[in-house]
Nanobody
């Protein structure tokens, strides 16, 4: 069993930056693909970014490409999401997810069986 705990969310103004962290315990973090998803009020959960087990391959949703950067530190069992140039439409609960099935970055949430409790990001205009 892998436990994931997110942190770093908050309330910021449009154009600001935030860095989310997700710390993993249990399981094999350094052999697992990891990802960030988000869910805005009244909307379905959507893919944000994913990274392979080593950090050498990443994929992003078109809506965040060029503004967000996913990274990982396997020595610290920690996943990151650097969010720059934030927009009000980025407001959502952000979830960290881990896969014990795939090591490559995938967009579909069905491949991720471990989920954190989420951290709220609110961007005011």
């Amino acid at each position: 069993q892998v436990y994931l705990v997110e942190s770093g969310g908050g309330l910021v103004q449009a154009g600001a930056s935030l860095k989310l962290s997700c710390t993993a315990s249990g399981g094999s973090f350094n052999t697992s693909a990891m990802a960030w998803f988000r869910q805005a009020p009244g909307k379905e959960r959507e893919f944000v970014a994913a990274i392979n087990y080593s950090g050498g391959s990443t994929v992003y949703a078109d809506s965040v490409k060029g503004r967000f950067t996913i990274s990982r530190d396997n020595a610290k069992n920690t996943l990151y999401l650097q969010m720059n140039s934030l927009k009000p439409e980025d407001t959502a609960i952000y979830y960290c997810a881990g896969s014990g099935i795939v090591a490559t970055p995938v967009r579909q949430d069905k491949w991720y069986e471990y989920w954190g409790q989420g951290t709220q990001v609110t961007v005011s205009s």
